[in-house]
């Protein structure tokens, strides 16, 4: 559904002024609903299926933050972990969704980022709608 925006979301301060500029454009839009993605990505053999039980675990912990905080706001939300790459998992969920935006926090630049590409920086040429990149700190 075109009025859906996409929020990735990985309880760091980027995600958590992510989650609450979603909330806010749901409210000035009327009628969007919120989708949180938490990506992860354990591409390591079967040896690793207590890994990515423990990673699931986790992104539901956080996922039920996100969710509670939403739902507070009085934004309808629904949480999807997706075993992908973040990147990846927000521009395949956003395809699915048909989303109207992916909303992605920035926590800054790392050295590592710089080499590896941010999600954001990834998300602008993969995403198949409009992102918004919210800076962690409030300017």
Do not use: W
């Not at 949180?36 to 912990?61: I, M, P």
């Not at 080499?115 to 919210?134: N, T």
């Amino acid at each position: 559904m075109a009025n859906t925006l996409v929020v990735g979301y990985d309880g760091r301060p980027g995600a958590q002024r992510a989650l609450d500029e979603a909330i806010a454009l749901a409210r000035d839009l009327g009628d969007s609903e919120i989708v949180v993605c938490f990506g992860y990505d354990v591409a390591l053999g079967e040896e690793s299926a207590d890994l990515r039980a423990e990673v699931r675990k986790l992104g539901q912990r956080i996922g039920a933050g996100a969710e509670e905080r939403a739902r507070a706001a009085g934004a309808e939300v629904r949480v999807e972990l997706v075993n992908d790459r973040p990147a990846a998992a927000l521009s395949t969920l956003a395809e699915r969704e048909h989303a109207r935006m992916v909303v992605v926090g920035r926590n800054g630049t790392t050295a590592l980022n710089r080499l590896s590409g941010s999600v954001p920086h990834k998300l602008a040429s993969q995403a198949p709608c409009p992102v918004l990149v919210v800076n962690a700190d409030e300017h």
